[in-house]
């Protein structure tokens, strides 16, 4: 079962073969930055102009890598949301067209299970049965879920952010500081050889929150971002940078601030759960302080732990042909979406 995959939600473009839901045979990416970095964030107008532009070449490259033509190819995998409605639009009124020119049919794919499902993409190959029931801890720039997974296809929210995404957080703090866009990245780099003990920033909300939380939603494993950035504004307010130095140690403390929210929530769902084994997956999992966070709590808990490869982190279009291949080989229907979600929630099936 050969498909062909098309991711356009945000600010990447990309397309990606796979040949099963383990085997990619390509995966390209056009990444926008350049174009958004003097904003200092995504100006959707300008990434929906972009996509418009680069998609069609990055199909045929995708294509090409995986030696195979239109004919090769079995069926069409696309997101359908959440993300940029203009960004969505683009690969998904694309991958309709080309769905009823070459007469295959098309496979609506969430981003936000995508994401999941990237974990199981890479050389080291790990079936869905051998890590579940997993918890997962999803962090990109939109979004930041604790998720329950019994098997493909059947999630269960146990926590999220009330506010912003822990992804979002990086990239205010980074504006703060004046590290430029992507923030996460920036600020990783600008944390080297800082005391991550300089100043302590909030972790979030103690367990506090709104008082109409849905029943679903555990109050201890849920996400608050809003004050850690709040809290770096007033201080740079009091204290305006001095030094490189002064740079690297606010930058420390402020991903320290971010990661250790993050794996204090992963610690309690843990403790709280039986899961066989836990993963982060989104653009934020490629934080090495991060990873070393949970690969310390794994050894502590002895609970293992599966992290996506880096590569897989971030947006691709692997993941979303992967998705797909992965609902097709458990016998599922195709679901073929008659239009794009913006804000799609994480769905079982
Ligand atoms: O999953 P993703 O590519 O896009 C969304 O679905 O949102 O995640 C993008 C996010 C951005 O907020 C970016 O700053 C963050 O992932 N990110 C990182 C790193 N690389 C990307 N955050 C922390 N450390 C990194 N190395
Ligand atoms: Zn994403």
Redesign the pocket.
């Known amino acids: 079962m050969r498909i062909l995959g098309i991711e356009t ?2 600010d ?1 473009t990309a397309a990606a073969v796979s040949n099963a839901w383990h085997e990619i045979a390509s995966s390209e990416i056009y990444s926008q930055v350049e174009q958004h970095k003097p904003y200092g964030g995504v100006v959707p107008e300008i990434a929906s102009r972009d996509h418009v532009r680069k998609l069609p070449s990055i199909i045929k490259r995708a294509l090409t890598k995986a030696e195979c033509a239109y004919s090769d190819i079995d069926a069409l995998a696309v997101t359908y949301g959440p993300g940029l409605a203009s960004s969505l639009l683009v690969g998904f009124t694309t991958a309709k067209a080309l769905s009823l020119r070459i007469e295959r049919p098309l496979i609506g794919v969430n ?1 936000l299970e995508a ?1 999941i499902c990237s974990l199981f993409l890479g050389e080291d190959v790990v079936t869905p049965a051998e890590l579940c029931p997993l918890l997962v801890l999803l962090v ?4 930041t879920f604790l998720i329950r997974v019994e098997h493909p296809g059947h999630y269960q929210v146990l926590g999220k952010t009330y506010d912003d995404a822990a ?2 957080a ?2 205010k703090g980074a504006n703060l500081l004046n590290l430029g866009y ?4 920036a ?2 780099n600008a944390a080297s050889g800082g005391d991550p003990k300089f100043i302590h920033f909030p972790r979030g909300l103690g367990g506090k929150g709104p008082a109409n939380l849905p029943a679903h939603l555990d109050r201890k494993l849920c996400f608050s971002f809003s004050g850690v950035k709040t809290s770096l504004l007033y201080y740079l307010k009091k204290n305006p940078l001095q030094s490189d130095e002064h740079l690297r140690n606010l930058a420390a403390s402020y991903q320290e601030a971010v990661c250790d929210a993050l794996a204090k929530r992963v610690e309690g769902a843990l403790t709280s759960g039986d899961f066989k084994t836990f993963a982060c997956v ?3 999992a ?2 090495k302080l991060l990873r070393s966070k949970l690969d310390t709590l794994s050894a502590r808990l002895g609970v293992g732990l599966k992290l996506t490869p880096m590569k897989f ?3 691709n279009a692997a993941m979303i042909a992967s998705t797909a291949a992965l609902r097709h080989e458990s016998g599922k229907a195709y679901f073929d979406p008659l239009d794009i979600d913006p804000n799609l929630r994480v769905l079982s099936w």
Do not use: A, F, R, Y
Request: hydrophobic residues 10%; negative net charge; contains cysteine.
């Open positions: 939600s945000c990447e981003h994401h990109s720039g939109g979004h992804g979002e990086l990239d992507p923030g996460g990245p600020i990783e989104g653009g934020v490629k934080n982190c971030t947006d």
